[in-house]
């Protein structure tokens, strides 16, 4: 199950900036971005969608006069906006975020850990996020998307971790789940996995090529930076030197 996302917001952009950030996550699907609350509304409506980013400050019909005519109580709703002065308002319309224009991609992640947590709460039943080690020990499992996924060590090219999330980057794929790079390092194995970075773990067995800072892997164009405190363990782990 995917989380499902409405944009509301008359300004374009601010729904392209939202829409940018809703694409970065595999286990968001952006439902529907429009100009005003009612023309959101028959989506809305339908059940359809999980999660609202709201603007306030629209001609047509505000934010908050929305949430108050309008019972969103089966939909999560943030609001974005650049007026920090309706914040009280809107957690007493039980908003489950508040984000302040211009926000970072950082602060939007905070949003969406927030809805990804209620939305649990509300269904016991979907699964959460991390990775536990398959005792076969030719494969992971990556709990993403409210699904779990069985991924083979070889296909994993590189993990990139950003405050509770962490992003499988696989061959043929990308997966995004909730959980810290650190946490997650004690769940790998450790004779296939190598922490070189505060925000990145490697498939040893991936590694192709050093340079400078920079890890060049197999199967991809990208590279891995390596960092400062790192660089000695990995010439000594991984080439020897």
Same mark, same amino acid.
């Given at each position: 199950?995917?989380? $499902? ?13 939202? @829409? ?11 439902? *529907? ?13 339908? +059940? ?14 505000? *934010? ?8 969103? $109580? ?15 308002? *809107? ?24 809805? +990804? ?12 996020? *991390? ?31 950003? $405050? ?9 794929? @990308? ?6 790079? @650190? ?20 498939? $040893? ?37």
């Amino acid at each position: 199950m995917k989380i $499902r996302c409405v944009i509301i917001d008359d300004e374009f952009p601010a729904r392209a900036l939202l @829409k940018d950030f809703i694409e970065r996550f595999p286990h968001l699907e952006l439902a *529907g971005a429009f100009k005003s609350p009612l023309e959101a509304l028959p989506l809305l409506q339908s +059940g359809k969608a999980n999660l609202v980013f709201l603007d306030i400050q629209m001609p047509e019909i505000s *934010g908050m006069e929305f949430l108050k005519a309008f019972n969103l $109580r089966d939909i999560l709703v943030v609001i974005t906006s650049a007026y920090p002065e309706y914040a009280l308002e *809107g957690y007493q319309l039980d908003v489950i975020d508040y984000l302040l224009k211009p926000f970072s991609f950082e602060r939007f992640v905070q949003s969406v850990q927030k809805a +990804g947590s209620r939305l649990q709460k509300s269904n016991p039943a979907e699964i959460k996020g *991390g990775a536990v080690s398959d005792p076969s020990n030719e494969y992971v499992i990556v709990k993403a998307d409210y699904k779990s996924y069985r991924v083979k060590i070889s296909d994993i090219l590189f993990i990139e971790g950003m $405050r509770e999330y962490v992003t499988f980057h696989c061959v043929n794929q @990308k997966l995004v789940s909730l959980e810290s790079l @650190k946490n997650l390092m004690e769940s790998l194995p450790a004779n296939v996995f190598m922490r070189i970075h505060k925000s990145f773990i490697v498939n $040893r067995n991936q590694v192709k090529a050093l340079y400078g800072n920079q890890l060049q892997l197999l199967n991809t164009e990208k590279t891995v930076p390596i960092g400062q405190s790192y660089r000695e363990e990995v010439k000594k782990n991984l080439f020897n030197s």
